[in-house]
């Protein structure tokens, strides 16, 4: 079983950038997609961006332009570039592994706090 662990995370002002990662122990199917996702305090969590094993991306309308995700396959270890940072993306940031049908098939790791304030 894949097991990922978050890492990047921190305190950083309005309009400051993180690099988040997120390392995967144990093989991924080819198949699958990587997410990041995230949840704030009293809200459910969300999907942020995803890739598919052919670089193809997706983003949340709120991200867009401004986060960018990447994957080094041969490292098992996907990437989440945040540019642009603001106080509402303040969060627990989380990633999973994706199947063609869009679940979730791997246990939820303990996440990375990003927390955006001046």
């Known amino acids: 079983q894949v097991q990922l662990v978050e890492s990047g995370g921190g305190l950083v002002q309005p309009g400051g950038s993180l690099r988040l990662s997120c390392a995967a122990s144990?093989?991924?199917?080819?198949?699958?997609?990587m997410g990041w996702f995230r949840q704030a305090p009293g809200k459910q969590r969300d999907m942020v961006a995803r890739i598919t094993p052919t670089g193809i991306t997706r983003y949340a309308d709120a991200v867009k332009g401004r986060f960018t995700i990447s994957r080094d396959s041969p490292k098992n270890t996907v990437y989440l570039q945040m540019n642009s940072l603001k106080p509402e993306d303040t969060a627990i940031y989380y990633c999973?592994?994706?199947?063609?049908?869009?679940?979730?098939?791997?246990?939820w790791g303990q996440g990375t706090q990003v927390t955006v304030s001046s």
């Open positions: 144990g093989r991924i199917a080819s198949n699958h997609a």
């Open positions: 999973n592994t994706i199947s063609p049908s869009g679940t979730y098939t791997s246990p």
